[in-house]
Each structure stands twice: as C-alpha cells, then as structure tokens.
C-alpha cells in the first residue's frame, strides 16, 4: 500500500520534520519515524522546504519527502498580507495569514503531483484549502481527511468533503462535531468518521532525576529556590488557552508558589497581542513569582516539565485534543485541566475542572490540595505517566494509523 500525506498550513508553513515544532508536524514526524522502522506503507509526505527539516529528513531513509519551496515572490506577497492583516485586524487577526501565498502555491503542487502518483490511499492533513487540490484532479484512490480541529469553513470546496473517503478525528469530540446537523463542512455520516488518538513520545518526555544536573542549571536560570512550588503552562499565549487563570490562582497561593509560563504568541514571528499585555498587567503584582520564558524549542520541553510539580493547561475553548497534558503526564507531572472538548478523553482520572468564574480559585484549592498529601501527589505522578504509556506512546501510532485506514 502507498500512502501519500499532504500537509501545510497558511500559518507560517510548518514542515515535517517537525523542525519549527507545531503539534501537526510533530505527530506527521511520529507517522515518518514508526513507518521508517517497521515499513506497513509505502509513505512519501510531501512539506513545505525548510533547510533543518532537509536535513532531520535524512534519519528516515525510507520514507520519501517530497519538498515545496515557495518562490521568492510568493514569499514577498506573504509578507505584504501578513503586513497588511495586521494593520488592518491588529496582530491576533494576523497570524492565520502567515504565509497565504505560500499555501495557494502548495496546493498548486500538490494538484500535480495527485495527477501523477500511484499512491493507493492520499491524506490531507487538517487544512481545508487543500481540499482544492482534489477538486479538479483525475486521482481514482481513496483520501482521507486527518483532522486535528473541528473545521470552521468549507473552503468552497464541499464536492470535495462528500466525495472523501473517510475522516480520522483526534478526539471523538471532533468526530461528533463532523456529524452535528451545523458542521461547517456539512454533516457527515458518522460512518465516515472513525478516532485517530494523537501520541507523544514517552522516551523524549519521561520523568528525570531531581537531582539531575541540567535541571540545576534550569531552575537557577529561571530564579527557582529549592523549597518554591512551580506551576508550569504550555502553549500559546492567547485567551482561549487560558494562562490568566493561572496567574489569577497563583494570587490566592502562599508566596513560594510560582509560575512558569512557557510559550509565545506565535512561532517565530514578531507578534504581541493584547492578551499578553494583559498576562503581563497580571503579573506585575506577582513580581519573581512569575516566570515568562518565551517560545522554547520543543526538545527542550522535557526539562521545563520535570522542573515544575504540577502542570496548569485551563483550556477556555472546546480543544480538539490538547498535547500539553499529554506531554506533562509522559514527564511524571500531575495536570489540572478543563472541561474543554476532547480533553478529558487524553487525561483519564486527572483533575478536569468546568470552566466559570471561580476557575482561577478552583485551581489554587486543588493545587494546594494536591501538593498537600505527599503520598497521594507521587500516586498522582505514577499514574499520570503510566496513563500516557499504556494509551498514547508513540510505538504504536503508525500501527493505529495503518488500522484507522482499514476501517474503511
């Protein structure tokens, strides 16, 4: 069987591998890698170029990359409307224009190569535009949708969504909202759709020794003392993830509590918005007690977790899945999270709170609590990693993907 994987984003063009980060790119590298090594499919993924994925491409001598490279003057044009978008809509409007033109090129591309390949089976990868690369196209072969958001636009392009195959849905939140009467793609039959769980890698991201030596150096960077509490976020900075009710429960906590907040508005680009303003408002009061670390590369991720005692992703919008909390659990790290969409599927028995007004004060109690009972916190932290272990380790997931493709 030949498989071939189409996936590009107008935000900024993340390639596979995933070497500007991006959860989409990082679980396609996770496809790239389990495929490498136990061969189920003939794979070719065709990326965005970039020069550090060119070369991290090169560990997986059997998987076939095919590369866009977007021209000088699509890259000018990207420029000029992602300029433009944010003049006119401020910066949290500009970042879905990153790279428009870059996106309508690659769709261009990928038109050829479906009108050429001999792949059995073609994965489009979240992003609706791509959908009009089949829509003029002669390709015979099934394609599949692997979305990792519920879809807020058709793209024009709703031919397309009743002629594919099947969708692979991250959570089955997504795959519920795909079959509502008011999907934005129209109601599919719930026969099309079927779970595709997301992964993490549980060697990258597993627990580490108090007394390791680059955690030292890490908490004396960042201005932590040995008896502080560290409460850690991860992810962008903007108010539908939910960071403020981080800081609004650290104001309730005694003053060795602190707060790590890992993340920026947007990879790479020189944006503020006005929500970090406000995260930045919040903290003045908190003074040292609140750590802002900026975007960190996502293989150093695993030590900001192992640094914290308690992980704090209050998702404030229906999250189609949320890696984060699969991420902090793989390191040993308790989560507090929302009930927001498809996260309580990833999180099992760990604390799930409703989102309201009392959030904030919700999250010092049960922190406090948690951190309380030393027996019941290691229990928490052992059960946090085996969760992880036993339902999303990587190992598994190019199997689950060949399997998710047989179902239909």
Not at 83 to 110: G, H, M, T
Not at 161 to 184: H, I, K, N, Y
Not at 244 to 249: K, M
Not at 349 to 372: C, F, H, M, N, T
């Amino acid at each position: 069987m030949k498989v071939l994987i189409l996936t590009a984003d107008s935000n900024g063009g993340y390639p596979v591998p995933a070497s500007k980060g991006s959860a989409v790119s990082t679980l396609m590298e996770q496809l790239a890698e389990g495929n490498n090594a136990q061969r189920l499919c003939d794979m070719e993924i065709m990326s965005f170029y970039d020069e550090k994925a060119f070369e991290m491409a090169k560990q997986y001598p059997h998987i076939t990359f095919l590369w866009v490279k977007p021209t000088a003057l699509h890259r000018l044009l990207d420029k000029c409307a992602f300029n433009f978008i944010r003049l006119l809509k401020k910066n949290e409007k500009a970042v879905s224009f990153k790279s428009p033109f870059s996106l309508l090129y690659y769709i261009r591309k990928a038109g050829k190569r479906l009108r050429v390949t001999d792949a059995d089976k073609v994965i489009l990868e979240n992003n609706i535009p791509l959908a009009r690369a089949l829509r003029k196209t002669p390709f015979r072969g099934q394609w599949f949708y692997h979305f990792h958001n519920v879809p807020r636009i058709d793209g024009g392009c709703r031919d397309v969504f009743e002629r594919t195959t099947g969708f692979l849905c991250v959570s089955q939140f997504v795959a519920d909202r795909l079959s509502a009467p008011d999907s934005a793609i129209g109601a599919i039959p719930a026969d099309k759709t079927t779970v595709f769980y997301n992964c993490v890698d549980t060697e990258q991201f597993q627990p580490m020794p108090r007394d390791c030596g680059e955690l030292a150096a890490l908490r004396k960077k960042l201005g932590v003392a040995d008896g502080d509490r560290v409460m850690i976020f991860t992810g962008r900075l903007t108010a539908e993830k939910g960071a403020e009710h981080l800081l609004r429960a650290l104001q309730l906590l005694p003053e060795h509590y602190k707060a790590v907040i890992v993340g920026s508005y947007h990879y790479n680009a020189d944006v503020k918005s006005d929500y970090q303003q406000q995260l930045y408002a919040l903290a003045e009061s908190l003074k040292d007690r609140v750590i802002f670390t900026g975007y960190v590369q996502h293989d150093e991720l695993p030590l900001y977790y192992n640094l914290a005692d308690v992980a704090v992703l209050p998702s404030m919008w229906d999250e189609p899945a949320g890696l984060t909390n699969l991420e902090a659990m793989a390191c040993g790290v308790p989560v507090i999270t929302t009930n927001s969409g498809g996260i309580p599927e990833y999180v099992g028995d760990s604390v799930v709170l409703e989102r309201g007004e009392r959030l904030g004060e919700e999250i010092a109690e049960r922190v406090q609590a948690l951190l309380a009972d030393s027996e019941g916190y290691e229990c928490a932290c052992r059960y946090s990693r085996q969760f992880v272990c036993d339902r999303f380790d990587k190992d598994r997931y190019i199997n689950r993907f060949i399997e998710a493709l047989g179902v239909f």
